[in-house]
């Protein structure tokens, strides 16, 4: 691929420039460095298609790499708890005025190490611990911190899941209405970690208004196609919105939050005093829940919506969508089932149960033909969620690389012959070495010598 095809994909770094050298790391460290070596070049060799991962830029990957990391910043950019600040608080503030022009939204918090975090600063910027929150059950597409009960949203709050439909395999809007009407939560969060649909905010916001709930959307997935339009921005329908900033937004591995609720004073009965939304998320981050900021990824942070506000990265999101929609089709045809019967984003269910497949051989099957996925619960899955009957694959990572719908072709039916034939080593090694041929025209990163 050249460089002005690539670039078209919103990125230039396809097998561009030099490798990353290491020359201090191969001395010091030569087990870790053969563990980067090799991690580059299984990312190389084979189709990572775990649809929460992607691929950052050199631009992205440099500033992680950087000595922002030397840094302690606790506080907020011009109101730091140490000296020496004054560069990073350029770095976070172009991180914070990129985010919110990048979602129109009014306030953004970059600091949040993770989604998790995230979604922890959210949840006790608007509810107390016992209080109710809703969220999207985690076997039915939803995340950890939705409610899981081996996660703090589940030990701290008192969760009322809501689930998707058996028949449809939609979100089933009545039921969650039903279940604010009785339940009265504080919060209901949409958002989830394995739908392939849109998640209409609009009627989350009515559900909410209705039963005097706040609306927490986490976009963690989807973030991407929602800053390019691709996808119903729940920014003006949520109090607060949460996302990941490594995943469809392809940046540095991190969270974020997001609002445009201008809620003059909101009384948080556990904060010290009055504060505004913006400045009850800014002090649930820090000192609620986190210390010092990691600056470095602020600074890759900054960088990635710098490159997610140009033109290009529109055009790569497009064919996010596109190539799932011809993946689905694909695996459709090759006689699979898929939960909702296809995709509107940029991944895809399959739900295994019909052909008698668990998701955890099935993941394995495909690992060792060189396609990485990652098994999944599926809808009313009669599996242990160490099994499954699912699993999840995505496209944001091979459109990032510059593979189009024809490709998709290809690899569907790769994955069909995969795991239709999941026993049988000679299948998967020649998937491999048909995978080893595709990704050869597709280069990524030069692996380090
Ligand atoms: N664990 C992530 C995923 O793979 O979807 C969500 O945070």
């Not at 990125?11 to 580059?40: N, R």
């Not at 129109?104 to 929150?133: C, E, I, R, W």
């Not at 556990?270 to 609620?288: E, L, R």
Request: glycine letters at 8%; proline letters at 5%; aromatic letters at 6%.
């Amino acid at each position: 691929m050249s460089n002005s095809e690539s670039a078209q994909n919103g990125g230039t770094w396809y097998g561009a420039g030099d490798p990353m050298h290491f020359e201090h790391l191969k001395v010091v460290d030569p087990d870790i460095f053969k563990c980067i070596q090799s991690e580059t070049r299984r990312q190389v060799e084979t189709l990572e298609m775990i649809a929460s991962e992607n691929f950052v830029s050199p631009a992205v990957l440099e500033s992680l790499g950087s000595v922002m990391t030397n840094k302690y910043a606790e506080g907020y950019p011009r109101n730091r708890y140490y000296g020496g600040c004054e560069h990073v608080d350029i770095a976070e503030g172009k991180a914070r005025f990129r985010a919110k022009k990048l979602f129109g939204a009014k306030h953004a918090n970059v600091q949040a190490h993770s989604g998790s975090q995230a979604n922890m600063a959210a949840y006790f910027t608007l509810a107390k611990p016992g209080d109710t929150v809703m969220g999207l059950h985690l076997n039915h597409g939803g995340h950890l911190t939705h409610g899981s009960g081996v996660n703090f949203s589940g030990r701290f709050f008192n969760i009322v899941p809501y689930e998707i439909s058996t028949e449809t395999g939609r979100i089933d809007y009545d039921q969650m209405a039903e279940l604010a009407r009785e339940h009265r939560p504080k919060v209901i969060v949409s958002g989830a970690s394995a739908y392939p649909r849109i998640i209409d905010f609009a009627r989350v916001r009515e559900i909410c208004d209705e039963v005097g709930a706040f609306h927490i959307a986490d976009i963690a997935h989807i973030a991407g196609l929602v800053a390019t339009g691709l996808h119903p921005t729940p920014i003006d329908l949520a109090d607060i919105v949460t996302t990941t900033t490594h995943k469809t937004l392809r940046g540095p591995r991190g969270g974020m939050i997001l609002t445009s609720n201008e809620t003059s004073e909101i009384l948080l009965e556990n904060m010290p005093k009055p504060k505004t939304m913006a400045q009850a998320i800014d002090a649930w981050v820090f000192p609620g829940g986190q210390g010092g900021p990691l600056m470095h990824v602020i600074a890759a942070k900054a960088v990635a919506f710098g490159e997610a506000l140009k033109p290009e990265f529109k055009v790569y999101q497009q064919q996010v969508v596109d190539n799932a929609a011809v993946l689905a089709e694909t695996l459709l045809s090759e006689g699979f089932k898929l939960v909702t019967g296809g995709t509107d984003n940029h991944l895809i269910l399959m739900d295994l149960s019909p052909k008698k497949l668990s998701g955890k051989a099935s993941e394995k099957a495909l690992e060792a033909a060189g396609i990485t996925t990652n098994k999944n619960m599926v809808p009313n899955d009669p599996q242990k969620p160490f099994i499954t009957s699912g699993i999840r694959v995505g496209t944001p990572a091979l459109t990032t690389r510059g593979m189009k719908t024809d490709d998709m072709v290809v690899i569907g039916k790769m994955i069909s012959r995969v795991l239709n034939d999941q026993e049988n080593e000679l299948t998967l090694t020649k998937v491999r070495e048909e995978v080893a041929e595709l990704t050869s025209h597709f280069p990524l990163y030069q692996i380090p010598v």
